[in-house]
């Protein structure tokens, strides 16, 4: 049965205008973006499908889109909308943090850093710079590194808290292996860039580490 011919309440597009997006299951929000199946399987099934080759949602989307066109109904164009789909959900969260809400909600910087560097194949260290007021002023992804660790550069870091004119910081990177737990190397270069920072007057509120699950954040910890 074509989705047209299913009841309009089971639609997913009429379900999404008459109870909205949180109604609708993983697989017919997916199926949105396919727009339509393929032979002898309409956009949900396909949808429910491609869930069960990835293991689910998250690990289908931290795909890079290039990855994406590789996969059975996805080809350029929705993998493009994919992306840019996840790409609105990130600049969303970023205009709530420059509203104020870095610390007004403290775990809304947890959550935008989860959301920037969770899945990613490599290890990233991104800074959020804060005014006087704790408002956001900018996000940087500043160092890259392999699965085994990015190399920090205290330096950098305080060259760019100034050139942000940032009153304060909170830093963020993630652990590919999935584990959020903060290592003797993270602890030891924490300290290093809170010791730079203050050099500098700009003080270091936080530093999140991103894995599986919640991130991990070394001030809750007594680490910073």
Known sequence: ????????????????????????SDAELLALFLGSGTAGR???????????????????LDREPKALTRLHG????????LAAALE?????????????EALGDPEAAGRYF???????????FAVLYLDTRHRA?????LFRGGIDGAEIHPRVLVQRALAHGAAAAILGHNH????????????????RIKQALALVDVRLLDHFVVGDGPPTSMARRGLL
Not at 114 to 124: A, C, D, M, Q, S
Not at 137 to 141: H, R
Not at 178 to 183: A, F, Q
């Open 88 to 100: 609105l959900g990130h600049r969303h969260l970023a205009s709530q943090l420059e509203r104020g």
């Open 74 to 81: 996805i080809g350029p164009a929705r993998a493009c909308l």
């Open 114 to 124: 989860t959301r920037r560097l969770r899945g990613l194949p490599h290890e990233v």
């Open 42 to 60: 309409d956009a949900v099934a396909g949808a429910r499908d491609l869930l069960a080759e990835q293991s689910g949602l998250r690990p289908l």
């Open 1 to 24: 049965m074509h989705i047209r011919d299913w009841p309009e309440t089971e639609r997913p597009r009429e379900k999404l205008l008459a109870r909205g997006a949180g109604s609708l």
């Open 176 to 191: 590919p292996s999935g584990n959020p737990e903060p290592s003797a190397a993270d602890r030891a270069v924490t300290l």
């Open 137 to 141: 002023l900018g996000f940087e992804e």
